[in-house]
């Protein structure tokens, strides 16, 4: 079957600290894996993503690997802000359409 | 840019009567999802239309909801009788195309319902 697993939060660290959050997950054929984050009261937008082994998604200092050996796709920030502050959403896209998304995890950031 | 539109933001009702949502996708996209979302949860896959067409509707509770795309473009879904525990944000999501690799979803605003 298809699923992610992600580390429970909430996380929380200080203004430029070094942020990650783990996701990993189990799915049939070659997936694509995504990150997505949701701000309070708002719906969930893309951050990054990676369709193939080895292939780093990144944005807005945010960066992901995907590891086919490791069934990985963990979330690293080299230096978080307190605009990060959201939850984010690992989720992986099979090759059927179909999404299946983590429970979330939720990052504050204190000045 | 374009954007996916849902209606209402915000739903209050009471326990039994009926509430409805409505979903505009962005144009061209052929796949729409609705996604139901307690707080505190990631969202959970209620129904996902191909076109106008239901490609997968499992974790749908058939017996209280329905989800309608008669034309292949906008959607709705509906809740007849709402129940304490349908309280929850709904979010409508559209994707360009079936099977891809990398089609990410694009998610509306959501449609948070609050059942008295």
Redesign the interface.
């Known amino acids: 079957g298809n699923s992610v697993t992600q580390m429970e939060g909430p996380v929380t660290l200080s203004e430029e600290a070094f942020l990650t959050i783990n996701c990993t997950y189990t799915a049939t054929g070659y997936p694509s894996l995504f990150w997505y984050v949701q701000y309070p009261g708002e719906g969930l937008q893309l951050l990054l993503k990676a369709t193939k082994a080895d292939d780093k998604g990144s944005n807005k200092g945010f960066e992901a690997t995907y590891r086919k050996e490791t069934t990985s796709f963990h979330l690293e920030k080299g230096s978080v802000q307190v605009s990060d502050s959201a939850v984010y959403f690992c989720a992986l896209l099979n090759t059927g359409n179909q999404f299946y998304f983590g429970t979330g995890t939720s990052l504050t950031v204190i000045p | 840019e374009a954007e996916?539109a849902q209606s209402p933001r915000y739903k209050i009702t009471e326990k039994s009567q009926a509430v409805a949502f409505w979903c505009d996708p962005i144009s061209g996209h052929a796949?729409l999802?609705w996604y139901r979302q307690i707080l505190?949860?990631?969202?959970e896959?209620l129904v996902?239309f191909?076109d106008e067409s239901v490609?997968?509707d499992s974790q749908l509770p058939k017996d209280r909801f329905s989800a309608e795309r008669l034309k292949g473009v906008d959607s709705t879904l509906k809740i007849q009788p709402a129940e304490l525990g349908d309280s929850a944000m709904y979010?409508c999501?559209s994707?360009f195309s079936?099977?891809?690799?990398?089609?990410?979803?694009?998610?509306?605003?959501?449609t948070?319902l609050t059942v008295l």
């Open positions: 996916v796949t999802y505190g949860q990631g969202p896959l996902q191909q490609v997968d979010l999501a994707s079936g099977g891809a690799a990398g089609n990410e979803q694009f998610f509306g605003p959501g948070r």
